[in-house]
């Protein structure tokens, strides 16, 4: 690629997320008050996340029942209230185990 390409791909990037993070600030000046809206608003991190993490954790493993399996220990583990370090844990754990008698 041509470093003045690299640039101009680089710039519109730049203008592009500075735009998305500067834009509801100037537009929305006093406290949202509608409950439906900040609702909204307050599950939208979560939602990206699951988005964008879920696709890549049911197909990192070698087969998907062991992805499934993992992300069914994690769910249960974290409606129990579990730490993220035992929620991991057990995960892998779980993704171990089903990997090593699928496989085996």
């Known amino acids: 690629m041509q470093l003045h390409i690299f640039f101009?791909?680089?710039l519109i990037m730049a203008g592009?997320?500075?735009?998305?993070?500067?834009?509801?600030?100037a537009l929305v000046r006093e406290k949202i008050e509608n409950r439906f809206i900040?609702?909204?608003?307050?599950?939208?991190?979560?939602a990206?996340?699951?988005?964008?993490?879920?696709?890549?954790v049911l197909y990192v493993t070698?087969?998907?029942?062991?992805a499934?399996?993992?992300v069914t220990v994690a769910v249960i583990f974290a409606?129990?209230?579990?730490?993220?370090?035992?929620?991991?844990?057990?995960?892998?754990?779980?993704?171990?185990?089903v990997e090593l008698f699928w496989a085996g």
Do not use: E, N, Q
Not at 16 to 25: A, Q
Not at 38 to 46: D, K, Q
Not at 48 to 56: F, G, I, N
Not at 62 to 66: G, I, L
């Open 48 to 56: 990206v996340l699951t988005a964008m993490t879920l696709p890549a």
């Open 38 to 46: 900040r609702s909204f608003l307050y599950y939208i991190p979560y």
């Open 68 to 70: 499934l399996a993992g």
């Open 16 to 25: 592009s997320t500075y735009l998305i993070r500067t834009v509801p600030f």
């Open 79 to 97: 409606l129990w209230g579990k730490g993220l370090t035992t929620v991991a844990v057990a995960a892998c754990a779980a993704v171990y185990v």
């Open 62 to 66: 070698d087969h998907f029942v062991s």
């Open 8 to 10: 101009v791909y680089l």
